[in-house]
């Protein structure tokens, strides 16, 4: 999330969980059911939890160049429309090359298509 000021981060996570509710409410209905099973699983697994975190911010950072218009990917991420996903065109962290975290580097793809692609890109 490139956003520093505190009230923009809050202000983008309500509005994309608004956006997004019907794509995540079967997860919502599974962590409401089972509260205690996903806290125990966060609790036991707090540094693995916590390192995934931490990769993926570090990662995005360190591939987001200081001439990338963070203002153009900030609108590219909240203007997905439903159902889909945010895809990096060129992965991050390929096998063959790793791309850059910029807003022409960013496409749309259903969850189906960008979860089937993960991160593997054709030459």
Known sequence: ??????????????????????????TVAYKEKNKERCKAYREKHKGKVALYKIKRRLLLKTQCPKWADLEKINQIYINCPVGYHVDHIIPLKGDVVCGLH?????????????????NKFKV
């Open 1 to 26: 999330m490139p956003y520093k000021d505190k009230e923009k981060i809050k202000e983008y996570y309500k509005k994309y969980h608004l956006k997004n509710y019907s794509k995540y409410k079967d």
């Open 102 to 118: 910029i807003e022409s580097n960013l496409q749309y793809l259903t969850a189906e298509e960008n979860l089937k692609k993960g």
